[in-house]
């Protein structure tokens, strides 16, 4: 008997394939560039480019699947991470849709949320950037205004400050710990800005660890 395709067999098998042909169109672009102008570069030359960045993006890239994954569910992970920005935008937008739809992460609902603003948060975007794109010339001198700066400057914070709110009153005792490490260590060591990517599994084992000494101490 044909065993009956469910939902999730259905999302990561469309989900796969579409993994699979972004993989395939980012790597076509260099590829063809180098055969029209015959022009390719030298293995040592990619090596020492790799070296460089390819350990902190894969070392990212694997830590955002087992952080993300749970949050935004099957279809969303898909979607979010073949068209990126996931910390900036999709995870933001699917936590806030979720919140207010007043469903949980990883629920069933949470699964159909998260997948649906996802899908929409790219749509949106793909369309603001390609308005942004034909009005460049005439948006340009706005958006390097001395006046407007400071808050597109502030734009990211602004974001997850308001998401943080919502989730930190809701859950003060365990986003503490986090929060205060974060807080110092980011001060100490301002350098490791630009590392936020690799340190956000640390904040979570924190939170994680600070649970469950609360919950032995029946603190939750």
């Avoid at 490490?181 to 490791?192: E, H, K, Q």
């Amino acid at each position: 008997m044909k065993k009956e395709r469910t939902y999730f067999d259905s999302v990561h098998f469309t989900g796969r394939i579409w993994m699979l042909s972004a993989v395939t169109l980012m790597l076509m672009v260099p590829a063809a560039i180098c055969v029209y102008y015959n022009a390719w570069p030298e293995i040592t030359g990619v090596l020492k480019g790799l070296l460089g960045v390819a350990p902190i993006f894969w070392t990212v890239g694997v830590i955002e699947v087992f952080t993300y994954t749970p949050m935004l569910g099957a279809g969303g992970s898909y979607v979010g991470f073949v068209t990126g920005n996931l910390s900036n935008l999709k995870v933001p937008c699917a936590l806030n849709a979720m919140e207010n739809a007043k469903v949980e992460p990883g629920s069933e609902e949470g699964e159909i949320i998260s997948t649906i603003s996802i899908c929409i948060s790219s749509i949106v975007t793909m369309v603001v950037i390609s308005l942004g794109v034909l009005l460049l010339g005439y948006l340009q001198p706005i958006l390097q205004s001395p006046v407007l700066q400071p808050a597109f400057d502030n734009i990211l914070p602004a974001l997850f400050g308001g998401l943080a709110v919502v989730y930190v009153s809701k859950n003060w005792k365990i986003a503490l710990a986090p929060l205060i490490f974060m807080l110092v260590l980011f001060i100490s060591v301002p350098s490791l800005a630009s590392s936020v990517g690799v340190l956000v599994p640390v904040g979570a084992l924190i939170a994680i660890g600070v649970s469950r000494i609360l919950y032995k101490k029946n603190l939750l």
